[in-house]
């Protein structure tokens, strides 16, 4: 059926216009959204555009060093940012992998998080960078640690009528990080990512580990309880087998078409470790984060 | 790789000269069905079956119809009343309905349709449709349709008139089985008796999409005098003529179907789809209709075969084939299509191109309560070498012998008989098996056996892997009998005209059409157009599928041009003053043959004949190929086919032995075309054929929940993208002239299919020793059958939770 689109110029009209009408559904690059009627769910009669909202989309550095990311930056416009490449190549790397060229340039880093997927990429990123969501609604303005955003299936702690505005990503420490996407196929959503950061001290043992999971769950898994068996530990295979049946016990893998509950956790532990492996290796190599030289681009 | 007369800059054939519809696709002009719009058009949309099996009791299409914008709804019921319309069709069994009548048969079959004034009012009106359905139970794969006491998915079935190899056709009584293909051949269980090894495998090969990048779409409109205009994206518009004019009780004449340039067929646009629905909606409200699937329906429309295929071989101890016995099962869904020569055509091969004695095979094309399985590229065959090629590979490494000498020995040689009795004829697949081999550097240390794991990084991570190579060949024939039609005008200036009813669909008929022409009447390529199908002015042709367009079109403009030069050389004999016999065509010249500068521009010989400017000469031809029809009960035929095609293919892959994803490092692939009429064309051909068969290999499938598809959109489905192209692929052509091929040539459309899946499942199992049975080579599928075969050692390592069940 036919909708109505209204297109408000302020976050505070756009969250108005939903509390006039609490059917109605926010339209950030539509790829979900559009997605969602091709399959028969019905369109809301009203869509609230997100789109000509002025500077929701820009990303600058944040204080003292991170990131702001507007919530309607594209996922191309943030893996292509010179900021993002410079500060969180580990979040570059990352969406670079996600869909195709076309649905990247089209689909919003709000919409990827307010979606609330199951098997999105970016999550994972952004899980282990510590983000923080800044959403504005009815009530007024919060901010939501992403690590207790994701709920459940397609399910955030977003309250009705919230719009997010913007993502902020924290200065991190000198460390490497990286992001492996297992598919099956190169266009295909992931059948598990793995998402690592490794900071290292000067000795080349660990000082923190962050570690996240998508698409073996019903929500993105950040990895708790770590840095207990990692610290002050130099990034062995061992010990990285070890951090990753620890992940593997946390995750509550779904079957999908992409591989059976069995199949999900296994690569779960395969990924997780990889991953591990591979973000120590880039530490070692020369870190990057605040403080530390940023590399040439 | 053979080069043929590349070089040869005068010649127009067996030059890879650039396509003619190249730069005109490039840049986005080249129009397709979905850019036709005719004045007053209106948009069509289909309500569907949201089950799989029902009768239905009532349809109320009231709100439907009078909803805004709307022209006209029609159902099922609607159909019987009209006088005069036939409302079933099919190219085998006239077993479909234009709408559902009584009953729907699958998720998605076609219930209502609705012309409206846009896309979007056809589209919500059609959601206005009440349907009352009563649920029946429902048969959702083979092993449920073949069960004694099945519910029937049709009761009465009427075969189609349209070809003369399925005239004969009969489905079995009161089963889901609509056609039966027997062959038998020596005496099997004799054999079997006497074999020092026997063999027994099941493998399978599950449904996938064509997914061709235009969807289906048509529009149809009745202009003056009655004429039905349909115009589709379908590459059979002769027998989309036909199935219409009989649907509507039309002479052929009032019938005119039209395509233009297609985007993408692989079988999936062959027999009537749309247009039988379109026509009726334009009949009915006297308006232009267009009606165009999305996506979702594309999925829902048709796909490839799922195949079970159960294969028992008797081997002596010296290794030679004694018996094979072969059963196929094909999901052919809810309606036939032309199913039922896709099991007698693949059928027929199922034990391989091999020297075997004694041959037993059943191939059992089955109804079931899923969408309509058809033709796709292969017509079939590639799940029967999935089959063949892995069980004699199984065969060779049980018995310690090397797999490509195994079947070096024992493939069909020049005169033996193929399992139908037909003697082979021009078959180059031994060099096409030696050709893959040798780029593989086949026998340097990988075949056969797992070497040592190399140590591959990736980030800066070691990963454990295992690599290893294998090999597999196939055997398709071409579809005889088949006929084409061709018209040849040459214009006063040396330009030409070809009429045919060959769809060009990206395959390079136009270009190769064009070459032909050139080479035979001495024109540029370039300056020959070919006219595309118009039933109203290109002849009857069988179909544009099937490897047949070089062989059979080819032959018939070959012959239409060679009439044409005839005229051209009795015309310059008479002024030249010399024997007709002796004058030669090149470069827009007739000349001597042993005097080349005696002779005449062409249009200096058309000025001898005409006194006009652009005047024509025209030359006609049908070139109609004949077979023996198999034997009902043994499958025996003489001369089943005029022409085989073979090809091979060797990949070396990498698995992953922590997640068991296979990763093809080298992938080879050889086809005997015949000669090849453009090089570069059929080596474009076998390796687009190539990419697609390894994303069917290691990852597609369309997967169904209680009839129900689930992953029907490409949000779910993925075909193979640039990045899952192997690193090193190589299309490999190999020439044996055919004697009746136009210039020597065959066809390459699928033989880079055949045997793809076969070769990678070949390299995993030299890589891992483990035999995968089942597509496509999932990294699940791959990690359990390496946990399976060990299972104590994983567990001991207390790495295995539970394998699934
Ligand atoms: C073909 C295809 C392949 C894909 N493959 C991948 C993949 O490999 N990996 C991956 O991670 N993702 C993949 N995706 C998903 C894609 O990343 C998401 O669809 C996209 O990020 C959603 O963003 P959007 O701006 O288009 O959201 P929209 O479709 O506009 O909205 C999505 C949801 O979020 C809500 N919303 C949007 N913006 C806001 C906001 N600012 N505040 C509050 N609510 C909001 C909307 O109301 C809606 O419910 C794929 C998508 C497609 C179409």
Request: aromatic share 6%; with cysteine.
């Amino acid at each position: 059926m036919g909708f109505d689109l209204l297109e408000p110029r302020t976050v505070a009209e756009a969250v108005e216009l939903h509390a006039r009408d609490g059917n109605a559904v926010f339209l950030a690059g539509g790829t979900a959204l559009l997605i969602l009627q091709r399959q028969g769910l019905p369109l809301p009669r009203r869509l609230i555009s997100l789109r000509g909202i002025p500077g929701l989309d820009e990303i600058t550095a944040g204080p003292g060093g991170g990131l702001r990311i507007g919530a309607l930056a594209t996922l191309r416009q943030v893996e292509r940012h010179p900021l993002v490449v410079r500060r969180v190549p580990l979040l570059a790397e990352a969406l670079r992998q996600v869909a195709n060229v076309r649905v990247r340039h089209t689909a919003t880093l709000g919409g990827n998080l307010a979606h609330g997927d199951y098997r999105l990429d970016p999550p994972a990123p952004l899980l282990v960078l510590g983000a923080q969501v800044r959403a504005v609604g009815i009530g007024g303005e919060r901010e939501i640690a992403l690590a207790a955003f994701f709920r459940g299936l397609f399910e955030t702690a977003l309250q009705p009528g919230e719009v997010v505005t913007e993502l902020a990503i924290p200065p991190t420490p000198p460390s490497g990080g990286t992001y492996l996407k297992y598919a099956l196929s190169s266009n295909d959503w992931p059948c598990v990512g793995a998402a690592a950061l490794v900071a290292l001290d000067d000795h080349g043992r660990c000082r923190e580990v962050r570690l996240a999971l998508t698409a073996v769950a019903a929500a993105p898994v950040l990895v708790r309880g770590l840095d207990e068996l990692a610290r002050g530990e130099p990034v062995s295979d061992r010990l990285a087998a070890r951090l990753a049946d620890i992940a593997a016990a946390q995750v509550e893998p779904v079957g999908d078409q992409r591989g059976s509950e069995w199949y999900k956790r296994e690569m779960a532990r395969v990924f997780a470790r990889r991953a591990l492996l591979a973000a120590a290796r880039r530490a070692e190599a020369g870190p990057v984060g605040d403080g530390t030289k940023e590399p040439v681009a | 790789m053979t080069r043929t007369g590349e070089g040869r800059d005068a010649r127009a054939v067996g030059r890879s000269v650039p396509r003619v519809d190249g730069a005109e696709k490039v840049t986005g002009r080249a129009a397709y069905v979905t850019d036709c719009v005719v004045p007053g058009m209106l948009h069509a949309a289909l309500l569907r079956s949201p089950l799989p099996h029902a009768r239905i009791r009532r349809i109320d299409a009231g709100r439907a119809a009078t909803h805004p914008g709307v022209s006209a709804v029609v159902t099922g019921a609607d159909l019987v009343q009209m006088p005069g319309l036939d409302p079933y069709f099919g190219p085998a069994f006239q077993d479909q309905a234009i709408l559902a009548i009584d009953k729907v048969r699958f998720v998605g079959d076609p219930v209502a349709a609705v012309a409206a004034a846009t896309r979007e009012a056809a589209r919500e009106a059609a959601q206005l449709i009440e349907v009352e359905y009563e649920e029946l139970s429902a048969v959702l794969d083979v092993q449920a349709a073949l069960r004694a006491g099945a519910p029937l998915v049709h009761e009465r079935l009427r075969p189609s008139q349209a070809f003369a190899d399925l005239m004969g056709i009969e489905a079995e009584r009161q089963t889901n089985v609509c056609y039966h293909f027997k062959l038998r051949r020596g005496d099997v269980e004799r054999a079997f008796a006497e074999a020092a090894h026997v063999f027994e495998d099941t493998y399978t090969s599950p449904a996938a999409q064509h997914a061709p990048l235009e969807p289906h779409v048509t529009v149809a409109w009745v202009t003056e005098g009655g004429l039905l205009h349909v115009t589709s994206s379908t590459q059979s518009p002769s027998y989309v003529r036909l199935s219409l004019a009989r649907i509507f009780g039309l002479p052929l004449s009032k019938v005119r179907v039209t395509v233009p340039y297609l985007g993408g067929g692989y079988g999936a646009k062959t027999y009537d789809k749309l247009e039988p629905v379109t026509a009726l909606l334009a009949l009915r409200t006297r308006r232009p209709v267009k009606l165009q699937l999305t996506r979702e329906e594309e999925f829902v429309t048709i796909h490839k075969h799922a195949v079970t295929t159960r294969i028992r071989t008797g081997v002596a101890a010296d290794g030679r084939l004694l018996a094979r016995e072969v059963a196929v099962y094909w999901d052919s869904g809810a309606y036939a299509d032309i199913a039922p020569r896709v099991v007698h055509k693949s059928g027929y091969t199922a034990a391989g191109p091999y020297a075997i004695p004694n041959v037993k095979i059943d191939s059992y094309c089955v109804y079931t309560n899923r969408p309509p399985a058809g033709a796709f590229r292969g017509f079939g065959v590639p799940q029967v070498v999935w089959a063949y090629e892995s069980q004699t590979d199984a065969i060779a490494t049980r018995l310690g012998l090397d797999p490509v000498a195994y079947r070096r020995a024992h493939l069909l040689r020049e005169g033996d008989l193929f399992a139908t009795g037909t003697p082979m004829r021009s078959l180059a697949v031994i060099e096409c098996l030696d050709a893959v081999a040798r780029e593989i550097e086949w026998g340097s240390g990988l075949a056969g056996s797992s070497p040592p794991a190399p140590e591959v990084r990736e980030a800066g991570v070691p990963r454990r892997v295992l690599r290893g190579k294998g090999v597999a060949v196939g055997i398709k024939a071409a579809l005889a009998p088949s006929i084409s039609g061709a018209t040849v005008m040459l214009n006063a200036d040396g330009s030409a005209s070809v009429l045919s009813s060959t769809v060009e669909m990206g395959q390079g008929s136009d270009t190769l059409l064009a070459q032909i022409v050139a080479e035979a009447l001495g024109v540029r390529v370039p300056d020959v157009q070919v006219v595309h199908p118009d039933t109203a002015v290109t002849p009857y042709d069988t179909i544009t599928a099937a490897t047949r367009s070089t062989f059979h079109m080819g032959n018939a403009v070959l012959q239409a041009a060679a009439r044409v030069r005839e005229q051209l050389f009795a015309i310059a004999s008479d002024r030249l003053e010399v024997d007709p016999d002796l004058l030669r065509a090149r470069d827009g010249r007739v000349f001597v043959a042993e005097a080349e500068d005696r002779g005449l521009t062409i249009p200096e010989v058309f000025g001898a004949a005409f006194q006009a400017a652009g005047t024509t000469l025209v030359g006609e031809a049908v070139y109609q190929t004949s077979a023996i029809p198999t034997d009902h009960e043994t499958g025996q035929s003489e001369r089943v086919t005029v022409m085989w095609f073979v090809g091979a293919s060797a990949a070396e892959v990498e698995v992953d032995l922590e997640t068991g994803q296979v990763r093809v490092l080298r992938f080879a692939t050889a086809a005997d075309v015949g000669r090849p009429i453009n090089p570069h064309h059929c080596r474009q051909q076998i390796l687009g054929s190539a990419v697609t068969s390894i994303g069917q290999t290691l990852f597609e499938c369309l997967h169904f929940e209680g009839g129900q598809l689930t992953n029907g959109s490409f949000l779910d489905y993925m075909i193979a993208g640039y990045r899952d192209v192997p690193p090193i692929i190589t299309p490999i052509i190999v020439e044996r002239a055919h004697p009746e091929g136009p210039y020597g040539a065959k066809g390459v459309g699928e033989t880079g299919a055949l045997s793809v899946a076969a070769a990678i499942g070949n390299a995993v199992h030299a890589a891992l020793g483990v035999r995968l049975r089942d597509l496509p080579l999932t990294p699940e599928r791959v990690l359990q059958a390496m946990r399976e075969r060990e299972p104590a050692r994983a567990a001991r390592r207390g790495q295995v939770e539970r394998g699934p069940g």
